[in-house]
């Protein structure tokens, strides 16, 4: 392009700028905007919208261009950053008045901003870490480093994979999903497979290539634990990441001090599909938090609090001892009301230091961050000692010993001394590099000789000029006279139009406005020149003062990052606390056993949704252990409780190895390593996937991963495809996950194949349960029971009636359910006969499920025949509304007819194309006498 209008020095100083950072968006600085030129202008104007302009609008070779205030440009970037671009910020780096008339002024690109280094942490999600990721294959394992620029958070891993596969191993992945990286960083050179299966996992993030890190991280990274060990592939991804920082924020290398190791075995591990099922961070509605477990934990009071808290609910533990050692906390703070409040009231004042110390270590920090810091410090001291004041009265005086696990955070008060002296109490708001009037006096008076000096001497000489207003007037005459200030032509002696004749010979002319004329005196020159000069000296010397200031600050980031790390667990611990005592929960008993026990459990998130729109929850209890019934098969009509059910189990199991109280009477959860789901239609159709194939995917996934320390979660399985191709698939995979050795985890199977209750007979460890209904006239009533027993219908159509289906069709569909039903039976050969009935374990009826507490339901009578077995005339006529429990005998199974399944073992063992005419007729009449003969049972 050769266009006049970009040989102007400024354009050719933009397009050499440019050219260093051909894949950014260059946002140029000019006085209070940040500019964008050409290509970049055309991109970012419609993103950001705002007004896509020209420079010397009207030529023709006009270039286009857009602009922000660098006052508010924080979110516009963020903004560019979060769709996927990368923002070179370029400022100018000289005054531009020791440039004024000389030249252009010096500018240098300062900063990058890509998705995973958003730079200024103001204005991001407080309660999430903003990670980057790289990725770097060795021989035998994958490195895997993660970074939080914005908090100096920096960890990695290697995780081993098969020396021929060039794909993902399946824990990374799970891992990579967890952390939800915003850009990814790969080594020049091969790994494309890595590449594109990254892309598949995350579309959303950033995808980088970068030059391969260098054997010595840069110099000014002094990273604790990295360095010894070149070559390890963790140690490389980490490596990749500090020289991405240093090429690209090298302020923010200050804040990564230590790269903590971690393996993927320390905490239970929960895959994608178990963290959407279970609603952790993202509700399925909408993904918002409304309605998921952390906002029902969430009652944290700081930033640093709700950060650990969420981590917390990522990454459960799986080491008893450690798992104890937080309950211990939370019990000591749950029992404990004031001393709690006073905890929490001591840490709402505290900010989020981390993110505060990222935002220091930034050229353009302002004196806002530090006194936001010197708030938080000041506020340690009473956080350190929230808790060791009295308790409640009313409490039996425990040995109140504070347990290990609640740390009491280490004031920083030299630093805190410091900035209380240094500082105004409310320092300005600053527009980065302006100059201004807004832009001095948040160094406290006092603080700096030489500053005072300069202030005293600017404020005497404004008061002089002030009191030449009046001394002025008494000499001319002129009552109107007026001393003015003008920000380019400096003060003047205004005098109107009308009293022009008056003005006295030693005013020289200066400046000629509308109806007025401004003049100034050789008196007031010299004054106005000694107070300019003394404010701006005082102006530099305060940005001076201040980068000491902020220098002594960031020498105590570590005791600071230390504190922060304390007031965090207080708080996040505090939250679970506060949870606990409010909604009843219990500490569950969390050991190496493999038993799953809970009496009375609630669903945490269902139960406090029923509370605020007055319902109540109906506690249930569960019973996995691999020793009596390892595997529950879960059935009762649609909408009676199954899935929120099999939710409320996983959800206790992992709020207990989080450490927190669970909703229950009583629990005791062996530590479960993974918690697998399967729950309710997926949507990755997005992705092109079907549901189906989503739904058999993860299906595969649970039995290639789950081990005997599992808890695997199956709510209807099978359901995206024909009823028997979905039975069969739900039939085997129970089978599977029972009769697999050394597999056996502790499995919750929901179904609406009512058909598999009948693997109890067959199978020690399964074991039955369904919600109980009752019919009540043409209504059923969800009783949101667990009782034992599998159920024998799921009473579709009636929920379709009850959702408005017309009458006409609800009747048209029982006709056909009854024909299916009969049908169905002849033609299939009715296959539950073919088991092998297991004595003793008929229907597991003792097995699940907790007994219900009212007598009533005990009372239900079991059938004498499966109600879906029988023709739809035989059924019992609809009791009228009164009678409670006679209506009830549609529920439980009863053990085949041993004459029938005699029958049916002979029909099937015999080959008819060997059977001569006669040979068929004798067998024809024994099969028949047999039917009508005694059972053998
Ligand atoms: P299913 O999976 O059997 O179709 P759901 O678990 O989806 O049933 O539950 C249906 C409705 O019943 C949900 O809206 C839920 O709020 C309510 N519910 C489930 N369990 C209980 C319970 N134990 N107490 C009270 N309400 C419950
Ligand atoms: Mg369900």
Same mark, same amino acid.
């Given at each position: 392009?050769?266009?006049?209008?970009?040989?102007?020095?400024?354009?050719?100083?933009?397009?050499?700028?440019?050219?260093?950072?051909?894949?950014?968006?260059?946002?140029?600085?000019?006085?209070?905007?940040?500019?964008?030129?050409?290509?970049?202008?055309? #991109?970012?104007?419609?993103?950001?919208?705002?007004?896509?302009?020209?420079?010397?609008?009207?030529?023709?070779?006009?270039?286009?261009?857009?602009?922000?205030?660098?006052?508010?440009?924080?979110?516009?970037?963020?903004?560019?950053?979060?769709?996927?671009?990368?923002?070179?910020?370029?400022?100018?780096?000289?005054?531009?008045?020791?440039?004024?008339?000389?030249?252009?002024?010096?500018?240098?690109?300062?900063?990058?901003?890509?998705?995973?280094? &958003?730079?200024?942490? %103001?204005?991001?999600?407080?309660?999430?870490?903003?990670?980057?990721?790289?990725?770097?294959?060795?021989?035998?394992?994958?490195?895997?480093?993660?970074?939080?620029?914005?908090?100096?958070?920096?960890?990695?891993?290697?995780?081993?994979?098969?020396?021929?596969?060039?794909?993902?191993?399946?824990?990374?992945?799970?891992?990579?999903?967890?952390?939800?990286?915003?850009?990814?960083?790969?080594?020049?050179?091969?790994?494309?497979?890595?590449?594109e299966a990254f892309a598949r996992l995350l579309p959303g993030a950033a995808r980088t290539r970068?030059?391969?890190?260098?054997?010595?991280?840069?110099?000014?990274?002094?990273?604790?634990?990295?360095?010894?060990?070149?070559?390890?592939?963790?140690?490389?991804?980490?490596?990749?990441?500090?020289?991405?920082?240093?090429?690209?924020?090298?302020?923010?290398?200050?804040?990564?001090?230590?790269?903590?190791?971690?393996?993927?075995?320390?905490?239970?591990?929960?895959?994608?599909?178990?963290?959407?099922?279970?609603?952790?961070?993202?509700?399925?509605?909408?993904?918002?938090?409304?309605?998921?477990?952390?906002?029902?934990?969430?009652?944290?009071?700081?930033?640093?609090?709700?950060?650990?808290?969420?981590?917390?609910?990522?990454?459960?533990?799986?080491?008893?001892?450690?798992?104890?050692?937080?309950?211990?906390?939370?019990?000591?703070?749950?029992?404990?009301?004031?001393?709690?409040?006073?905890?929490?009231?001591?840490?709402?004042?505290?900010?989020?230091?981390?993110?505060?110390?990222?935002?220091?270590?930034?050229?353009?920090?302002?004196?806002?961050?530090?006194?936001?810091?010197?708030?938080?410090? %000041?506020?340690?001291?009473?956080?350190?000692?929230?808790?060791?004041?009295?308790?409640?009265?009313?409490?039996?005086? #425990?040995?109140? +010993?504070?347990?290990?696990?609640?740390?009491?955070?280490?004031? &920083?008060? !030299?630093?805190? !001394?410091?900035?209380?002296?240094?500082?105004?109490?409310?320092?300005?708001?600053?527009?980065?590099?302006?100059?201004?009037?807004?832009?001095?006096?948040?160094?406290?008076?006092?603080?700096?000789?030489?500053?005072?000096?300069?202030?005293?001497?600017?404020?005497? *000489?404004?008061?002089?000029?002030?009191?030449?207003?009046?001394?002025?007037?008494?000499?001319?005459?002129?009552?109107? #006279?007026? /001393?003015?200030?003008?920000?380019?032509?400096?003060?003047?002696?205004? &005098?109107?139009?009308?009293?022009?004749?008056?003005?006295?010979?030693?005013?020289?002319?200066?400046?000629?406005?509308?109806?007025? !004329?401004?003049?100034?005196?050789? +008196?007031?020159?010299?004054?106005?020149?000694?107070?300019?000069?003394?404010?701006?000296?005082?102006?530099?010397? !305060?940005?001076?003062?201040?980068?000491?200031?902020?220098?002594?600050?960031?020498?105590?980031?570590?005791?600071?990052?230390?504190?922060?790390?304390?007031?965090?667990?207080?708080?996040?611990?505090?939250?679970?606390?506060?949870?606990?005592?409010?909604?009843?929960?219990?500490?569950? #008993?969390?050991?190496?056993?493999?038993?799953?026990?809970?009496?009375?459990?609630?669903?945490?998130?269902?139960?406090?949704?029923?509370?605020?729109?007055?319902?109540?929850?109906?506690?249930?209890?569960?019973?996995?252990?691999?020793?009596?019934?390892?595997?529950?098969?879960?059935?009762?009509?649609?909408?009676?409780?199954?899935?929120?059910?099999?939710?409320?189990?996983?959800?206790?199991?992992?709020?207990?190895?989080?450490?927190?109280?669970?909703?229950?009477?009583?629990?005791?959860?062996?530590?479960?390593?993974?918690?697998?789901?399967?729950?309710?239609?997926?949507?990755?159709?997005?992705?092109?996937?079907?549901?189906?194939?989503?739904?058999?995917?993860?299906?595969?996934?649970?039995?290639?991963?789950?081990?005997?320390?599992?808890?695997?979660?199956?709510?209807?399985?099978?359901?995206?495809?024909?009823?028997?191709? *979905?039975?069969?698939?739900?039939?085997? /995979?129970?089978?599977?996950?029972?009769?697999?050795?050394?597999?056996?985890?502790?499995?919750?199977?929901?179904?609406?194949?009512?058909?598999?209750?009948?693997?109890?007979?067959?199978?020690?460890?399964?074991?039955?349960?369904?919600?109980?209904?009752?019919?009540?006239?043409?209504?059923?009533?969800?009783?949101?029971?667990?009782?034992?027993?599998?159920?024998?219908?799921?009473?579709?159509?009636?929920?379709?009636?009850?959702?408005?289906?017309?009458?006409?069709?609800?009747?048209?569909?029982?006709?056909?359910?009854?024909?299916?039903?009969?049908?169905?039976?002849?033609?299939?050969?009715?296959?539950?006969?073919?088991?092998?009935a297991a004595p003793g374990s008929a229907a597991g009826a003792e097995s699940g499920g907790r007994?219900?507490?009212?007598?009533?339901?005990?009372?239900?009578?079991?059938?004498?025949?499966?109600?879906?077995?029988?023709?739809?005339?035989?059924?019992?006529?609809?009791?009228?509304?009164?009678?409670?429990?006679?209506?009830?005998?549609?529920?439980?199974?009863?053990?085949?007819?041993?004459?029938?399944?005699?029958?049916?073992?002979?029909?099937?063992?015999?080959?008819?194309?060997?059977?001569?005419?006669?040979?068929?007729?004798?067998?024809?009449?024994?099969?028949?006498?047999?039917?009508?003969?005694?059972?053998?049972?």
């Amino acid at each position: 392009m050769s266009r006049a209008a970009l040989e102007t020095p400024m354009m050719r100083q933009y397009l050499a700028i440019k050219a260093e950072h051909p894949d950014c968006l260059l946002f140029y600085r000019m006085g209070d905007f940040y500019e964008l030129f050409l290509a970049d202008a055309e #991109l970012a104007a419609p993103l950001l919208e705002i007004a896509l302009t020209t420079r010397d609008r009207g030529k023709p070779d006009a270039v286009p261009m857009c602009g922000v205030p660098v006052h508010s440009a924080g979110p516009h970037i963020r903004r560019l950053a979060e769709l996927g671009h990368r923002v070179a910020v370029c400022e100018q780096v000289e005054d531009a008045r020791a440039a004024a008339g000389r030249r252009l002024v010096r500018r240098e690109v300062i900063e990058v901003v890509t998705p995973g280094l &958003v730079g200024d942490p %103001e204005g991001v999600d407080a309660a999430r870490e903003i990670l980057i990721a790289a990725l770097a294959p060795g021989p035998e394992a994958i490195g895997l480093a993660l970074l939080d620029a914005t908090t100096g958070d920096f960890r990695a891993t290697a995780v081993p994979r098969a020396a021929a596969d060039a794909s993902l191993p399946r824990a990374l992945a799970t891992e990579l999903e967890r952390a939800q990286p915003r850009e990814l960083l790969l080594a020049e050179g091969p790994g494309d497979a890595l590449a594109e299966a990254f892309a598949r996992l995350l579309p959303g993030a950033a995808r980088t290539r970068v030059p391969a890190a260098p054997e010595r991280p840069p110099a000014a990274a002094r990273v604790e634990g990295l360095g010894a060990h070149p070559s390890e592939p963790a140690e490389q991804a980490a490596a990749l990441l500090v020289a991405y920082l240093a090429r690209h924020q090298p302020f923010a290398l200050a804040q990564v001090v230590r790269l903590r190791r971690y393996s993927l075995g320390d905490a239970m591990l929960l895959d994608r599909a178990t963290r959407a099922h279970l609603e952790l961070f993202e509700n399925s509605e909408d993904g918002g938090r409304r309605g998921t477990l952390i906002e029902r934990l969430d009652r944290t009071a700081t930033a640093l609090g709700a950060r650990l808290l969420a981590r917390w609910v990522a990454y459960p533990l799986l080491d008893p001892e450690a798992i104890a050692a937080r309950q211990d906390a939370v019990a000591w703070l749950a029992q404990r009301d004031r001393p709690r409040a006073r905890l929490v009231e001591a840490l709402r004042p505290v900010r989020d230091l981390e993110r505060l110390l990222a935002r220091a270590a930034r050229p353009a920090a302002a004196p806002r961050d530090l006194a936001q810091l010197r708030a938080s410090l %000041e506020a340690l001291p009473g956080v350190a000692s929230a808790l060791d004041g009295p308790d409640d009265a009313s409490l039996p005086s #425990l040995a109140a +010993e504070r347990p290990a696990a609640l740390p009491r955070p280490a004031p &920083v008060p !030299e630093a805190a !001394e410091l900035l209380r002296q240094a500082l105004v109490d409310e320092p300005p708001v600053l527009l980065r590099g302006s100059r201004g009037a807004s832009e001095t006096g948040y160094i406290r008076p006092g603080w700096h000789a030489e500053l005072d000096g300069l202030r005293e001497a600017a404020g005497k *000489g404004r008061e002089w000029i002030a009191g030449l207003e009046a001394r002025e007037r008494e000499r001319s005459g002129i009552p109107s #006279l007026r /001393v003015r200030f003008h920000p380019v032509h400096g003060y003047g002696l205004e &005098v109107t139009k009308a009293n022009l004749a008056r003005v006295p010979a030693h005013f020289e002319r200066k400046q000629t406005l509308a109806n007025a !004329e401004r003049f100034t005196t050789p +008196e007031l020159r010299e004054m106005e020149s000694r107070v300019l000069g003394a404010t701006e000296r005082a102006a530099a010397l !305060e940005r001076e003062i201040f980068e000491g200031l902020r220098r002594s600050a960031l020498e105590s980031a570590a005791p600071m990052r230390a504190a922060a790390r304390a007031v965090a667990e207080l708080d996040a611990l505090a939250s679970l606390a506060q949870v606990a005592r409010e909604a009843g929960w219990v500490r569950p #008993l969390v050991d190496t056993s493999a038993e799953l026990r809970i009496t009375a459990g609630r669903h945490p998130v269902v139960e406090e949704l029923l509370r605020r729109s007055g319902g109540s929850f109906v506690p249930n209890d569960s019973e996995l252990s691999p020793r009596d019934v390892q595997l529950l098969i879960l059935t009762g009509p649609n909408m009676s409780g199954k899935s929120t059910y099999l939710r409320q189990v996983a959800l206790i199991a992992l709020l207990a190895q989080i450490g927190s109280c669970v909703p229950a009477e009583s629990a005791r959860v062996g530590i479960v390593d993974r918690i697998f789901t399967r729950v309710g239609a997926s949507d990755r159709l997005a992705r092109g996937e079907s549901t189906f194939m989503v739904e058999m995917r993860e299906t595969a996934e649970i039995l290639a991963c789950a081990s005997a320390r599992s808890l695997v979660i199956l709510d209807e399985i099978g359901r995206g495809t024909s009823t028997f191709d *979905g039975l069969s698939i739900a039939w085997a /995979v129970a089978e599977h996950l029972h009769d697999t050795p050394g597999l056996s985890p502790r499995t919750l199977f929901a179904t609406h194949y009512h058909e598999l209750s009948d693997l109890a007979r067959a199978r020690p460890r399964v074991g039955n349960a369904h919600f109980a209904a009752r019919e009540w006239g043409e209504e059923i009533l969800f009783l949101r029971q667990l009782v034992p027993g599998g159920a024998s219908r799921s009473y579709g159509i009636q929920v379709a009636r009850l959702a408005g289906l017309p009458g006409v069709v609800v009747e048209r569909a029982r006709e056909i359910l009854s024909n299916l039903e009969s049908g169905e039976l002849d033609e299939r050969g009715r296959p539950r006969l073919a088991l092998p009935a297991a004595p003793g374990s008929a229907a597991g009826a003792e097995s699940g499920g907790r007994a219900p507490a009212e007598g009533s339901l005990r009372s239900i009578p079991e059938t004498p025949a499966r109600a879906d077995a029988r023709p739809a005339a035989d059924r019992p006529p609809r009791p009228a509304a009164a009678g409670p429990v006679a209506q009830l005998g549609l529920f439980g199974s009863t053990p085949p007819d041993p004459r029938e399944a005699e029958v049916l073992q002979r029909l099937r063992s015999l080959d008819p194309s060997r059977l001569t005419p006669l040979e068929a007729l004798n067998l024809l009449a024994q099969l028949r006498s047999c039917l009508e003969g005694e059972p053998q049972a």
